[in-house]
């Protein structure tokens, strides 16, 4: 058990890590169809796993291109996310909405 913990992670670890959180983000998307805010979650999650893979292949190649790149994409997914805040702030406000107990009566 010793050994196992004093060898250094290879690229094949974060590979398998990266797959599996691009995989459950996946999975989200599918699951939560209805719910426009578990949505952008979930494309977060899937963004997370994509950067992990683009940085651990950055990393092993001693390229930087790959860390640029994951740069670009949290600056374009914070862009999304504060867009997609945005249209449920302006619906909220449409409705006239103050308490979130009052969403409820929207999906009559």
């Excluded at 060898?7 to 974060?14: E, G, M």
């Excluded at 651990?56 to 997914?77: A, W």
């Excluded at 449920?88 to 103050?98: C, D, G, S």
Aim: with cysteine.
């Amino acid at each position: 058990m010793i050994e196992f913990l004093m060898n250094p992670l290879t690229i094949n670890h974060y590979l398998i890590f990266s797959c599996i959180i691009f995989a459950l983000g996946l999975i989200g998307v599918i699951l939560n169809r209805d719910d426009f805010i578990k949505i952008l979650m979930c494309i977060e999650i899937v963004l997370i796993g994509i950067n992990m893979n683009f940085i651990s292949f950055s990393y092993y190649s001693n390229d930087v291109v790959g860390q640029i790149f994951s740069l670009l994409i949290i600056m374009v997914s914070s862009c999304k996310l504060i867009i997609g805040l945005a249209i449920v702030f302006f619906f909220l406000k449409q409705n006239e909405i103050q308490n979130s107990s009052e969403t409820e009566t929207l999906k009559d």
